[in-house]
Structure formats: structure tokens, C-alpha cells
């Protein structure tokens, strides 16, 4: 399988769940390409991997700037190659998880899921099949921001996320690819 594993992260809380699904990947025996979609100037063409990692942190119940920016690059590129076709036809052994980190301050996962959304419509559009979604708690970092890591919906969130965070993240990157072989012929 070719596997990708983009993200972007403006406070390095998305990095650090990217960084374990990466360490997971190589430990189920398999290459991944890591990307930060901020270092990412070319179109990337996703078709070429068998499932791809994606993820973002939240802002405002969407993913951050750079990640949207490429997102809209990627469907012009989609478009004019005419990659997305009237019902989105599935393509057989395409596969993508998405998840975010989020800190849900005023709703809770509700501000995580519009974003897991909108990151999986490209995939959708292209064919690719969204295999799997995640919200993973992740603190505010900036210092006048951190008074919302005791008091929002989530409770207390100082630390997330912590070890057992990252610890599921990786059980799960392994449950995906698991599924994923059972479904794809592996090359
Ligand atoms: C300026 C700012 C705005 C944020 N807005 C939201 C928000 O609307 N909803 C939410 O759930 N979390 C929000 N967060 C929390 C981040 O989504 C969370 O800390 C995330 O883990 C950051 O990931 P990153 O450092 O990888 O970008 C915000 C954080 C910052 C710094």
C-alpha cells in the first residue's frame, strides 16, 4: 500500500497525532510519506496513494488557513483535469482517514465534525473513500488562550494530547490499515 500522512498544524498539536500515525504506519510495515501541507506547493495527486492521512487542527469549526488554501488548489487541479465526475463514482482501493484536533471550547465535538467534514469532501469528490474520522482533544497553546482549557465543554483538557491520546491514535492508525488489507489487494 502507498500511504500518505498530510497535515497541517499551526501550534505543533496536529503534528504530534501525525507523528504517531507515521511511527504506527513504519510498525505495520509499510513506507508512508509524511507531508506539512505548509511546505506543500505543489498539487499532490491522491489518486496515487492507497490511503491517505489527513488532518488539521480546528479554527472557528474548520480547518486552519493553509490546510483550507490547499484544499481549494487541490479541487482546481481536480477540476480542470475533470478528476470529479457526476456522482462521485467510488474508486476501488482508494481510502482516506481524516480526523482533526480540536479544543471544543463553547460546543464540544460538534466544532470538530464540520471540520472532519469539509476535509473529507475532496476525498468524496475524487472517489476515495473516507474509511475512518477522528476528533482528538487537543489543548490551546498560545498562553492567553490557555484559561479555555479548564472551563469549555470538554472539561478539563490541559496536556491533551496526552499519552493515551497518542496511544489510541496509533492502535487505531493500525485498525484502519488492518481493515484496509482486508479489503484491498496489497501490490
Ligand atoms: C486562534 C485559535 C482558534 C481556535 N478555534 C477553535 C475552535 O473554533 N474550535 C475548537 O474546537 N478549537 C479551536 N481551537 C483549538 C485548536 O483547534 C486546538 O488547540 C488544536 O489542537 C490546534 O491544532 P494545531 O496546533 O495542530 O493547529 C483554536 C485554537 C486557536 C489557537
Redesign the pocket.
Known sequence: MNILNM??????????VAFEIEKAVIEAGFAVTTVNVKNQDDVIDLLAYDLTFI???????LP?KTMLKWIEKQMDYARKNDLILPGSPRIPGKFACVY???????TGEG??IPAIKYMGQLFEHLGITVADEWS???????EK?RH?NNCGRLGNIVGR?NTEDLRQVREKTKGVIDYLQLSVPVK
Not at 488532518?55 to 469549526?61: I, R
Not at 482528538?136 to 498560545?142: D, L
Open positions: 497535515y497541517s498544524s499551526l501550534n505543533g498539536q496536529t503534528e504530534k488532518g488539521s487542527g480546528v479554527y472557528t469549526w486552519g482533526c484536533t480540536y479544543a471544543g471550547p463553547h466544532e470538530a482528538i482533544v487537543g489543548a490551546f497553546i498560545p488562550m479555555f494530547p
